[in-house]
């Protein structure tokens, strides 16, 4: 039986492990072609370059066939139902990226195929399991580490907040009064001071800034930058979610230090979305 990802409230923290799991495996095993003889809709824009590289790699690599299409194929009058209903016939998922969440949430209310979100302006599921389960492959107690994310509320940080809460992991949020996400949980702390949330940071977190806090003003008093990484804990990891601009959100000399997680750091953004897609279509890891 399948299910939909369409936010990381969806999930137990049992099925996170789950899914980091079967991760595991697909990290150690190879020839493995689960997806055989079955294709996916996806639904991307021309824009997208880490997140459906990783989707198609993903398929593809797992003997599965992927048939792209533009996000506002999603915006024609025919209702959702009806699209979702004739696709059904053809296709054995569907991946969306689209800044609507409520076009997915009508493709899930339908659809007898599972609908996994690939971004959208509300949340972004894939990329933050991705994180999550890279760090713990760095560090074994990820569940004691304190978390702080530096910037406005967007989907990054919501889904942080998101992962927290149901983790059960300490997170902070730092940025201008007026940008806080919603103040519920206690998982959840904000502050408007870099000098206050930093002490006892382990993983530090950014996205990238709107058009209309890339001030001067903003820019001095939040960019995250090597004085600002030591403030946090020995061994502090900046992990800036890309893209991220120089010397907007974080410094030029940050992300050339040894606190900048590296490019590396989202290879597994392969792995951890093959495995989502395997457990929301309710497959097992086994060869086929």
């Known amino acids: ?43 991307f824009p021309e824009s997208s370059i880490r997140t459906r590289v990783t989707f198609e790699k993903g398929i593809r690599d797992l003997g599965g066939e992927c048939i792209l299409f533009p996000p506002d194929s999603l915006n024609k009058r ?4 009806d699209v979702v209903k004739y ?22 209310c339908h659809a007898s195929i599972p609908i996994i979100n690939g971004m959208t302006s509300q949340n972004h599921p ?28 967007s989907n990054i940080a919501g889904t942080w907040k998101a992962i927290a809460a149901v983790m ?26 870099l000098q206050d949330a930093m002490p006892g940071t382990d993983v530090v977190l950014t996205d990238s800034l709107p058009e209309e806090l890339r001030t001067k003003d903003y820019i001095s008093k939040y960019q995250v930058t090597l004085e600002v990484m030591k ?8 992990n800036p979610c890309p893209p991220f601009y120089r010397n907007e959100e974080v410094s030029e000399e940050v992300i050339l230090s040894d ?7 989202k290879e597994n953004l392969t792995i951890v979305q093959q495995a989502v897609i395997l457990y929301c279509c309710g497959l097992q890891l086994t060869e086929a």
């Open 259 to 265: 606190y900048f997680v590296g490019y590396p750091f």
């Open 87 to 108: 696709l059904e016939n053809w296709a054995d998922g569907i991946i969306a990226r689209h800044p609507d969440s409520s076009k997915l949430e009508e493709l899930a």
């Open 78 to 81: 025919e209702s959702l139902k």
């Open 231 to 238: 403030l946090a804990n020995e061994k502090a990891i900046l």
């Open 1 to 43: 039986m399948g299910m939909n990802l369409l936010r990381i409230e969806d999930l137990s923290e049992n099925q996170i492990m789950a899914i980091f799991r079967m991760a595991d495996q697909l990290n150690t095993e190879q020839g493995i072609s689960r997806l055989s003889g079955k294709t996916f809709v996806l639904f």
């Open 168 to 193: 059960d992991l300490d997170f902070r949020h730092v940025c201008l009064e007026g940008h806080a996400l919603d103040r519920d949980g206690k998982n959840y702390r904000f502050y408007t001071e």
């Open 126 to 153: 894939c990329e933050i399991l991705s994180d999550i389960y890279t760090i713990s492959k760095l560090r074994s107690n990820f569940k004691e580490l304190k978390y702080t994310f530096v910037g406005p509320k």
